[in-house]
């Protein structure tokens, strides 16, 4: 009877966690795409095509395979023993999937861009408290220096990511936009910045640690050097291809200068679409990680890279149904985005993520990448931005761990009930 019970719960949990990445795909990747797609450098068919390739490359490509994290950081797991604390954890997990899932379809319904990483550790707290409180757990197990970590993220992600991309399109609007040649300048300056992005974005794919694709051992200097190269090589590449641009029949400086880049804007954004992939798949996939450890008593059992591919496709068809939803509030509510714009935002989203995981500081990529997007409205000054758009954004940060434990408690109470 406890076996089929177990069986049971453990489909189940592998559903949620299907529903939890169709909500990453419709509400997550969205914001790597939302700034390319709001300022006209893709059309949002092309974007959901690209972001759909590179998020499902990184999910399966990098993807988390283990249970660490949701092991280690969040909550004790191993507290439960037996066939009880089986049920106990198993419960726990699908109804922490399926309460942050419920969270993140309402919150993508009103197209606000929230953090699944907040969302699933608001889910599995909230089944760690009700836990303790029915004595399934000692209340010692929740990882409260955690939950200070992510509380501290709602300053720390859109800061860092507005400051980074304020100061570049400042850069931007200084050396290019108001200069006196701004095809000159921006054909002077443009292999300088590709330079830069692919010295960045190489040092974030060598250096981070991506243990799948067996990266996680190579040495900073190392790392520093090769990124190095592969910057100043695609400098040179670029400098190659820019040098002979001319413009279009019908178009004028300016328009030059933004579809040049809208080239950068998208790479930058199927960068941080293939990092959403490696690591936020977790934010489905972890939990269902820890439940199939418990289900099988293997501490260090690892998804199977079927679930990895299926739950990347997943996360590509919520991207396919309802990505259009907070691609329109991050490319077009909060503030105009040119191709400029949203090259300094999506890179200054990506930048901070890299530094402040470098320097162990706790960061949300959903979260950087709306504070590049306010950063740059602030060039322009703080009546380019729509302040109210900003209050729902912010009120909905705030509410997600709540609002997911709340849920993730209520469903817990539920299936404890009927079993």
Request: charged share 10%; proline share 2%.
């Amino acid at each position: 009877m406890i076996l089929a019970l177990l069986t049971v719960l453990l489909v189940l949990a592998f559903i949620a966690a299907m529903y939890m990445a169709w909500t990453i795909g419709a509400n997550d990747v969205a914001n790597a795409m939302g700034t390319s797609v709001g300022s006209g450098a893709v059309t949002l068919k092309k974007a959901i095509i690209i972001a759909g390739i590179f998020d499902l490359l990184g999910a399966i490509l990098v993807g988390s395979h283990v249970t660490a994290t949701i092991k280690d950081e969040i909550i004790d797991l191993d507290s439960f023993t037996g066939d009880n604390g089986k049920m106990i954890v198993l419960s726990g997990m699908f109804a922490a999937l399926l309460g942050t899932a419920i969270f993140m379809t309402i919150a993508t319904y009103f197209k606000l861009p929230v953090s699944t990483g907040h969302g699933i550790v608001g889910g599995v707290v909230g089944f760690g408290l009700i836990s303790s409180l029915i004595g399934e757990m000692d209340i010692t197990a929740i990882n409260g220096y955690k939950l200070l970590e992510i509380s501290a993220s709602w300053v720390i992600s859109p800061l860092a990511g507005g400051v980074l991309a304020f100061v570049l399109f400042a850069v931007i609007k200084r050396y290019v936009l108001h200069s006196d040649n701004v095809i000159r300048a921006v054909k002077r300056m443009s292999p300088l910045f590709v330079g830069v992005v692919f010295f960045i974005l190489s040092l974030s794919i060598i250096y981070k640690g991506l243990a799948g694709l067996g990266l996680d051992t190579v040495p900073f200097t190392h790392a520093l050097l090769v990124s190095a190269e592969i910057g100043v090589l695609s400098g040179l590449v670029c400098r190659l291809l820019v040098r002979d641009l001319r413009l279009k029949k019908g178009e004028s400086d300016f328009d030059m200068v933004e579809r040049i880049f809208g080239f950068l804007l998208i790479i930058t954004s199927c960068y941080i679409a293939f990092a959403h992939g490696a690591s936020d798949v977790s934010h489905a996939i972890g939990p269902l990680a820890a439940v199939i450890s418990i289900y099988f008593n293997d501490p260090v059992s690892s998804v199977p890279l079927w679930i990895l591919i299926v739950g990347g496709a997943v996360i590509v068809l919520g991207i396919y149904t309802w990505g259009y939803k907070v691609m329109e509030t991050m490319g077009r509510s909060i503030t105009k985005i040119t191709p400029s714009r949203g090259f300094a935002a999506t890179f200054g989203a990506a930048t901070s993520v890299l530094i402040c995981s470098k320097l162990g500081l706790p960061i949300s990529t959903s979260h950087c990448a709306v504070g590049g997007v306010v950063g740059v409205g602030f060039v322009k000054g703080a009546g380019s931005i729509d302040f109210k758009v900003l209050k729902k954004i912010g009120l909905s940060w705030i509410i997600t761990i709540p609002a997911a434990a709340f849920l993730s408690v209520v469903i817990f109470l539920i299936i404890i009930a009927v079993t």
